[in-house]
């Protein structure tokens, strides 16, 4: 096997580690967490399905290339519960070292591409990274309501959390936020979140 075979299947191998880490939203019947790798499935997905609802044009190709390399990183890095402050603290950090670690066990060609994905993700400068930003938010507040609240009340996670952590989908989805937001608002009524 040449070098650049051997380093493309080493990749392939490493990442298969993302099912390994476990996430904070259950799977639809909530029996269980869903992990990293079902995450980027699902939402690489949806992107496919919604993305006529981006806030602009999106290219759907690069937008599902991102989320599927978007949560690579938590094999280093973990999974960063979007509501612990605590841990967002040096989540950055973590991050930067994990991707230059992973996309690193690429050829330098395909390791920089994938980490410019990545890198663009994060920053949200791009209608594609905002439309793919608002796709990896609206499908944890959606397990949770098609799992009547479980790890929000597990968490003690309130309203004014959801709404706070999750308002910059307005920026790359505004009729899915639109959608988000009434659904968590209805869910705070039933009981299902907490006001506040």
């Not at 990749?11 to 980027?40: M, T, W």
């Not at 759907?60 to 290339?65: D, E, H, M, N, P």
């Not at 992973?102 to 890198?119: C, H, R, T, Y």
Request: with cysteine; charged share 30%; glycine share 8%.
């Amino acid at each position: 096997m040449d070098e650049r075979l051997e380093r493309q299947i080493g990749f392939l191998r490493e990442i298969d580690r993302l099912k390994g880490v476990v996430r904070r939203s259950y799977v639809l019947a909530g029996e269980r967490r869903e992990n990293s790798a079902e995450h980027c499935w699902h939402v690489a997905v949806a992107a496919v399905l919604l993305a006529e609802h981006a806030a602009q044009p999106v290219d759907v190709g690069r937008v599902v290339a991102m989320l599927l390399v978007h949560d690579l990183v938590e094999i280093d890095a973990g999974d960063t519960f979007v509501y612990d402050r605590a841990g967002a603290a040096d989540k950055a950090e973590r991050e930067r070292a994990a991707a230059r670690r992973i996309f690193g066990l690429l050829p330098p060609d395909q390791g920089g591409e994938l980490q410019a994905l990545w890198e663009e993700f994060e920053a949200r400068r791009t209608p594609d990274a905002r439309f793919a930003a608002a796709l990896d938010r609206l499908l944890p507040m959606l397990h949770n309501l098609w799992c009547r609240g479980k790890s929000w009340q597990e968490h003690g996670v309130r309203l004014g959390q959801v709404l706070d952590v999750n308002r910059h989908m307005a920026e790359g989805a505004p009729a899915l936020w639109a959608l988000a937001r009434a659904a968590v608002e209805q869910a705070a009524q039933e009981g299902l979140l907490a006001a506040g």
